[in-house]
DNA sequence: CTGAAAGCGCTTACAG
DNA sequence: CTGAAAGCGCTTACAG
């Protein structure tokens, strides 16, 4: 069966096929009779616009895109979890850009461009200074609006929704060190992701303001991985208390600790970020730093739509940089 | 800066924009000279068509829309991780739709179809029969072609990718009671998803030829939930296995008997499915059958795009409902 | 309030 | 091998 067309319903409405537009995209400007014809014919047609012809002859899409890099991690899921139920409520579409593995990121960026997306949530955080500066210029070289979703970035060039983890870090340690710890170390990935960088710092600075040695321990997000790894390493050593910077990687070390005959609290303090269900799943439990990735997600969009709307065009530049609250969830690891 | 078009750089390479066209989708038709030509002005300019433009013109618009509930379910990550990457290999790109909430399904699948994906993977596991009825329909009246990734039907009526968890529940229930185990739960989710119903089958038929009486728990997925809810209801009771739907609820069952003073596996045996981190962050290390989602997640889109391909139409019936294998990950719970 | 017409940026027979 | 022209299904000034 072929679909049915906006011809269709102006043929059988006996109208002209710009009423039929109308009545989908201002249905004020025309007469109510009219337009209740226009409407059932819609509606007994099963009439839907093409939302492609439409794009393009509006030169907007109503599609934003959404560009990552890993969707497995557990903080993609929850981001695009609040990005999808916002969207949703603003009728955007949403396209799926991976940029894992890509080498020419200009290249990526481009195509995403090409899709004529009306906006861009970037949430790839594994791009260096020079990287993401490509991105900026050839986004904005196509006027497209574009928000950071939990990507760090040392300078405000770009609207963005981020926690302050340099200061959630920092917080946690000088507690931790208040409590008498000294022998704190910081449990990184190899890999580079910029969300991690500000923790690190954050970690870093409230070290040396306290005289001690900062430690950072990096090693692999897989368990098969960084269980050997941590058993190695911290074998014998001395370690009063552990900060890292995922849930996982926290739970994963506190186990390798416990099988070393450490007691999680009295000898050591375990600490992760964001609460996943692995906090709730270890035992002993594990306290961590809720980040609300959930609504850096939504926010994200949010702030999306706001840009994206001619209207609100003045949107403040203050406005632009939003940070989300965190907190401590105390439970049986520190 | 506006928009460069084919009209630029047919312009510029003094040609006409038919030339351009098919320097891009048929550069073997065109003569060497000319298409180096054109090439070069493409790369100069920075040209990358309208993907908008071409969807309409083509009528293919070589996006697929993935179709699913809860983006923050482990398997759902899992499954678009496998997505995505063939996707791409394909030069497909992806739209994104949540069914989240939606009580109008045929609305729901209408709007999939008016953004003129070239294809479906559908993979809300959360729909009835009869609203999978109405899903199928309406997809083929618009000759758009589906698969269905990790969603369980009765009947082979629509291509899918699947695991069988009939077998694999019934075989592991079977191993269970060849180790002298009698009460055996079943441990599910209150939500329904059609992907546990043949977990549920396959434990109910290996307990029914044993002559041992089936015992489905239905609890939440939140272990803030399940965690009270286990404990009030096991509680003194006599259990000496238990399967779970999910790794997660497998790993917050095992600690509320650990901490009722059951012994695992000695006194009781708790087995996953999926095989997830939390099987390998739990203490003791969680026993589960391995269901390879993300390759689920892969080999649907490849099914896809071969479906989608016209020179291939001839695809064998045999060929278009697929089984991958499990296996089971024999850990220290059983 | 409504219609005729141009145009969005491409692809694709059809000629040559 | 290449070009002129129609058409994809809409939106949007412009008239009336």
Redesign the pocket.
């Known amino acids: 069966m072929?679909?049915?067309?906006?011809?269709d319903v102006?043929g059988k409405a006996?109208?002209?096929?710009?009423?039929?537009?109308?009545v989908?995209?201002?249905p004020?400007?025309?007469?109510?009779?009219?337009?209740q014809r226009v409407e059932a014919v819609i509606k007994e047609l099963g009439?839907?616009?093409?939302a492609?012809?439409?794009g393009?002859?509006?030169?907007?899409t109503t599609t934003v895109g959404i560009v990552l890099s890993d969707v497995t991690r557990a903080a993609t899921a929850q981001l695009l979890g609040g990005i999808i139920d916002i969207a949703k409520k603003y009728n955007y579409s949403i396209k799926l850009f991976s940029m894992a593995g890509d080498t020419d990121i200009e290249e990526s960026i481009r195509n995403v461009i090409a899709e004529q997306v009306d906006g861009i949530i970037f949430m790839n955080d594994e791009l260096d200074d020079n990287e993401m500066r490509i991105v900026k210029e050839r986004v904005e070289e196509a006027e497209i609006k574009m928000v950071l979703a939990n990507v760090y970035l040392d300078s405000d060039i770009l609207p963005s929704v981020m926690v302050d983890y340099a200061k959630a870090a920092y917080e946690i340690t000088k507690e931790l060190i208040s409590k008498g710890k000294k022998d704190i170390y910081m449990l990184a990935t190899v890999r580079k992701y910029s969300v991690n960088t500000p923790k690190i710092a954050g970690y870093k600075q409230a070290m040396e303001e306290a005289g001690l040695e900062p430690k950072v321990f990096r090693t692999s997000g897989d368990v098969n991985i960084n269980t050997p790894h941590f058993r190695e390493f911290f074998q014998g050593k001395g370690v009063d208390a552990a900060l890292a910077v995922r849930d996982s990687i926290a739970v994963s070390f506190m186990n390798v600790m416990t099988d070393l005959g450490k007691k999680v609290p009295d000898d050591l303090s375990v600490i992760g970020f964001q609460n996943t269900k692995y906090a709730l799943l270890s035992r002993p439990n594990l306290t961590c730093i809720y980040t609300p990735v959930y609504d850096i997600g939504a926010v994200s969009m949010r702030l999306l739509t706001k840009l994206m709307d001619p209207a609100s065009d003045e949107t403040e530049e203050s406005s632009k940089h939003i940070l989300l609250p965190y907190s401590v969830i105390r439970r049986q690891s520190m």
């Not at 072929?2 to 011809?7: L, S």
Request: hydrophobic share 35%; net charge positive.
């Open positions: 072929a679909r049915v067309t906006i011809y102006a006996k109208v002209s096929l710009a009423t039929v537009s109308r989908l995209n201002n004020n400007k025309v007469n109510k009779e009219t337009r009439y839907h616009p093409n492609i012809a439409r393009l002859a509006s030169k907007k």
